[in-house]
C-alpha cells in the first residue's frame, strides 16, 4: 500500500483515512485540497498529535503563535493535546497528504 | 523540524533518531545507506511496527513469504510483533528514509 498512490480527489472535501489504529494510538491519512478551517474555527484535541507534510504546501496556525507556519513536503510537528490549532490554508491546485499519529 | 532536509550522512552506518516518546509509541526516523541486515539475521520485535518509507528504495523480506518485497516512496507496512524480516538491500547509492512508528 502506499500513501500517495493511489490518491482520492480531495477538491470537494477533505479524506481521511484511518491506517493502523490501536489501543492508544491511531494513524490516519489525510489528503487535502485546498481546504481551510472554517474561519475562528480551532481544533482543540484530547490526544496528541505528531503530524507530517508529505506532499503539497499549507499554512498552520497555533492560537499561541502570533505568524502561521508554511509547511513544506517532509516539515514535522508534535501538536500537545489541547494546543489550540487551525488549517489556514492549504495548496489550491494540487493535493496535500497529512500522515497524522494521534496518541494519549 | 524536516524529515529529509538535512539528512545525516548513513554511508558508514545507519542512522536512527528517536521523533516522539510516549507511553506505548515511539516514532523513529532510520537513514539507510546500502546497508542490509546481516547475513541469516531475522527482526523478531517484541513491538508492532508502522514503516512507510519515505525516500529511496528497499528491498523487505518476510520469513513468511517466498518473495522479497520491494519498496518504493510512499510505500508502507504494518509489521505484527514477533513477524520475522530483514532488509535484504537499500539503496546504495542514495539514502533511504524510513519513518517507523513502534507500538504496543
Known amino acids: 500500500m502506499n500513501l500517495l498512490d493511489p490518491l482520492p480527489d480531495a477538491r470537494s472535501a477533505e479524506r481521511?483515512?484511518?491506517?493502523?489504529?490501536?489501543?492508544g494510538m491511531r494513524i490516519e491519512r489525510i489528503v487535502s485540497h485546498g481546504q481551510a478551517s472554517p474561519p475562528d474555527f480551532w481544533y482543540d484535541q484530547a490526544e496528541g498529535?505528531?503530524?507530517?507534510?508529505l506532499s503539497g504546501a499549507a499554512q498552520l496556525r497555533f492560537a499561541d503563535e502570533s505568524a502561521p507556519r508554511l509547511l513544506a513536503p517532509g516539515d514535522w510537528i508534535d501538536i500537545a493535546p489541547h494546543r489550540r490549532h487551525r488549517v489556514d490554508w492549504t495548496h489550491p491546485t494540487a493535493p496535500t497528504v497529512w500522515l497524522a499519529v494521534f496518541y494519549r
Request: proline share 0%.
Open 49 to 53: 498529535e505528531w503530524v507530517v507534510l
Open 16 to 23: 481521511v483515512e484511518a491506517l493502523l489504529t490501536r489501543d
